[in-house]
């Protein structure tokens, strides 16, 4: 039947000899190894979704800082445009008051340079014909006739 031969005997022992020295030096090492290169790697998702995490918690405050910093430049802009337009608006009514005032000014230093002019015309006008009428009355009448005369001719020159 079965024969047991001594050679079977020693291959099933050095058999069983090599399996616990591989199971002591290699597959104990190499089992231990690879747990911890699992852990490792196990460790490296969960610190990269950590990351992940802390990167989309600084995008959103990016964006939130982003959106107000926008919105606190278009505030800037608005108010700015504001403040022209309200400076631009007080330099226009200044200027027109300005310009109504040098209106004002020029016309009545018109008018008072034209009050002068007639006056001194007047004058000039009341001198030479004060003047042409002794001449005449000189030929021809006396004080008496040049006073009248001389009366009458301011008279009317007054009235105009």
């Known amino acids: 039947m079965f024969e047991l031969s001594w050679d079977l005997v020693w291959t ?9 020295l591989l199971r002591k030096f290699l597959f104990k090492p190499v089992t231990e190894h690879m747990e911890k290169r699992a852990k490792a790697i196990e460790d490296s998702i969960k610190h990269a979704e950590n990351v992940n995490r802390e990167a989309d918690e600084l995008k ?18 608005l108010e700015a445009r504001k403040k022209a337009t309200a400076e631009h608006d007080a330099a226009v009514d200044q200027a027109k008051l300005d310009a109504a005032q040098v209106l004002a000014d020029a016309t009545r230093s018109i008018e008072s340079e034209k009050a002068r002019a007639v006056a001194e ?17 000189a ?9 009248k005369l001389m009366d009458r001719f301011l008279e009317e020159g007054a009235t105009q």
């Open 60 to 77: 959103s405050k990016y964006v939130q800082a982003v959106e107000g910093a926008r919105s606190e430049a278009d505030g800037i802009l």
């Open 12 to 20: 099933i022992l050095n058999i069983i000899i090599l399996f616990l």
């Open 121 to 137: 015309a007047q004058g000039e006008i009341a001198g030479l014909a004060v003047s042409t009428a002794r001449k005449i009355l």
């Open 139 to 147: 030929e021809s009448a006396g004080a008496d006739l040049d006073s």
